[in-house]
Structures are given as structure tokens and as C-alpha cells.
């Protein structure tokens, strides 16, 4: 990223803080204020998009809205990708190049391009299964 404003830069700290997590623009929003930080929801989705197009921030949409998770792989150029839990919600950042080869073959015998940025895949984490017995 070139230019980052102060504003992002307090986005960007606050996502870090919650770098095991996904969590809602008003969360971010609520968080900046009550540090002092003087920011609105507006904004706070502004710089979010920003991020998430610099690759700092993998941006989820769900049925429930749309959630933010930091990436400690920005600018890496890495095949991170997202996790999702179909029980408990839980969101994990994976960095794996094994799925490079799929990627791959898609593009080349498919012809179509995947984003690994914006990839999430669906099922069942550890803890879950682990209750299940």
C-alpha cells in the first residue's frame, strides 16, 4: 500500500488485535471510539475496504454480514485462504501452497482464475468434531 492515512493505520492496529478472529465493522467501530479515536461506521468500512484490496484484510461475507479477518501474510503473495466451521462459526486464516496445484489446473484446463483471498471453504474444525465423540 502507498499512502495510509492515520485512520487507516488505527484500523489496521485494532483488526491486528483481533488477528485470531473475525469481527463486524461496528465491533472495530465501537473498539477505535472507546480508545479515543475519533471515527464513524462509514469510515471504519471505508478503510476496511481499503485494506482488504492492499491485502491486509481478508473481507467474509456470511448470512450474518460481513466480517473482517487480518492477514499476516499481506503482500506475501501467499495462497492464504479462509476455513469456516458449519457448526460453531469459527473462521481460521489457513497459508498452505498445497492448494497451488488445484489453482492451477482450474485456470489452465477450466480457464478460470481463483482468487485464494477470497476463498473460503466449508466443514467441520477440530474442536467440533472432537465433541462429537
Known amino acids: 500500500m502507498a499512502y495510509v492515512t492515520r485512520q487507516q493505520q488505527a484500523v489496521l492496529a485494532c483488526i ?7 469481527v463486524s465493522a461496528q465491533t472495530l467501530a465501537d473498539e477505535l471510539r472507546a480508545r479515543g479515536e475519533r471515527v464513524g461506521l462509514a469510515t471504519v468500512y471505508r478503510q476496511l475496504e481499503k485494506l482488504s484490496h492492499g491485502g491486509c484484510v481478508h473481507k467474509v461475507v ?3 454480514g460481513a466480517f473482517y479477518r487480518y492477514c499476516p501474510r499481506a ?14 462459526g469459527r473462521i481460521e486464516h489457513v497459508d498452505c501452497e498445497r492448494l497451488a496445484p488445484l489453482y492451477r489446473h ?3 484446463e477450466h480457464h ?3 482468487d485464494p483471498r477470497r476463498t ?7 474442536v467440533c ?3 462429537e465423540g
Open 106 to 108: 482450474l485456470e489452465e
Open 62 to 64: 456470511t448470512e450474518e
Open 16 to 22: 491486528e488485535a483481533h488477528r485470531e478472529e473475525s
Open 112 to 114: 478460470f482464475r481463483i
Open 75 to 88: 503482500g506475501v503473495g501467499s495462497a492464504c485462504f479462509l476455513l469456516k466451521c458449519e457448526r460453531c
Open 129 to 131: 468434531r472432537e465433541a
Open 120 to 126: 473460503m471453504l466449508y466443514g467441520v474444525c477440530a
